[in-house]
């Protein structure tokens, strides 16, 4: 069989690309350093004692230090049975297959659970990578570098990403530099407790599974605006508003481009109520015919749920209810709202402040 066949094999068994590739090269190295192992194989370096650790947990090799970190195969045996438990598996989903094909059809559903965190992992770089406007994101330190160039590449596209990277202790060597964020995020932030992975794309797919000491590992796809809105919350709540920023693109320029109508109207209102005349442009939503709007103007008045603080250490889930900005058009009156707005014209999916007139 052919080297290729046999990883190919070895993912359809339940590997990930990288696991299967590292155990063949493995196999075919014998007992070897890690230096070696990534020599001979198409792991990327950062990755490679994570899925040696991996391949170790799965019982397909066993590492020891001399020196160096090192692996050799681990007996063979177990890994035999594992193969052919999952061939009698397989045959007997394909009888299953053929039993609920009998069977009347499901209508589609919005969520999926998953058993596989690389699963999470990949639907997530697909989805970042097939973004238009923004990604909220929570990610370990070997979790950003898995999807660094994801988010690259949504950000050469011009999508708005929040990164929330999370550590737990004595982790946060493993911080990645405010430089290298910088290349992938409009802002980042630094929680420093585990958290859950979490990645919102658009405001209509979620990809989430538990941090890395839950008892249960499973993951949840869903493709589902209001389930989003909800995990939304949990991120700007949990992950995002209450910790220190790790890099920010726009730093304290009012001057940029707001994805969030809430911090939006929390950093203009100081400037309205000194008197001073912000203009505006929003692309978004018609609520009336969900076609994409694009609206200029200044901004003529702010309407909030409750009284309005206009603190900037506040958090931001004090706009929890109505969030609305008024913007006076050449067309007359606007009202803007944030994500899933009802009662507004508009659906902001960005707000960009153009100029401010004192």
Not at 119 to 124: A, G, K, N, P
Not at 338 to 356: D, H, K, P
């Amino acid at each position: 069989m052919e080297r290729d066949d046999l990883v190919s094999i070895l993912e359809d068994a339940g590997l990930s690309p990288y696991q299967a590739d590292a155990y063949v090269t493995v196999l075919e190295l014998g007992a070897s350093p890690a230096t070696e192992i990534v020599d001979a194989c198409g792991v990327p370096d950062p990755r490679i004692y994570d899925v040696l650790r991996d391949l170790e947990d799965r019982g397909y090799i066993e590492t020891y230090e001399e020196g160096s970190l090192h692996a050799r195969a681990h007996d063979v045996k177990s890994v035999l049975e594992d193969l052919r438990s999952r061939a009698e598996q397989l045959s007997e989903a394909a009888e299953d297959i053929e039993e609920r094909w009998e069977r009347p059809e499901l209508e589609d559903t919005d969520v999926r659970i998953v058993k596989r965190f690389d699963t999470v992992l990949e639907q997530t770089a697909d989805a970042i990578r097939s973004a238009s406007d923004q990604v909220q994101i929570s990610v370990s330190p070997s979790q950003y570098e898995t999807l660094r160039p994801a988010l690259a590449d949504a950000r050469r596209n011009d999508v708005n990403v929040k990164l929330s990277i999370h550590t737990g202790e004595g982790e946060h060597d493993d911080l990645p530099a405010p430089e290298d964020v910088a290349e992938v995020c409009s802002e980042a932030r630094h929680r420093e407790i585990p958290s859950p992975f979490l990645a919102i794309v658009d405001r209509s797919k979620v990809c989430f599974a538990p941090h890395a000491g839950s008892i249960n590992e499973y993951g949840i796809i869903v493709e589902d605006r209001t389930h989003a809105y909800v995990f939304h919350w949990f991120f700007l709540s949990c992950l995002w508003d209450v910790w220190d920023p790790l890099y920010t693109a726009d730093q304290d320029d009012l001057m940029r481009t707001f994805s969030d109508i809430r911090y939006c109207i929390r950093d203009i209102t100081p400037r309205l109520e000194e008197g001073e005349t912000v203009h505006v442009t929003v692309r978004g939503i018609d609520t009336r015919t969900g076609e994409e709007r694009s609206i200029e103007g200044v901004v003529d008045d702010v309407i909030t749920t409750g009284n309005l603080h206009t603190n900037d250490d506040v958090s931001v889930a004090q706009y929890a209810g109505q969030a609305t900005i008024v913007v006076r058009t050449d067309d007359g009156l606007v009202e803007v709202g944030g994500w899933g707005a009802t009662l507004e014209q508009i659906e902001a999916l960005r707000i960009s402040v153009t100029e401010i007139d004192s």
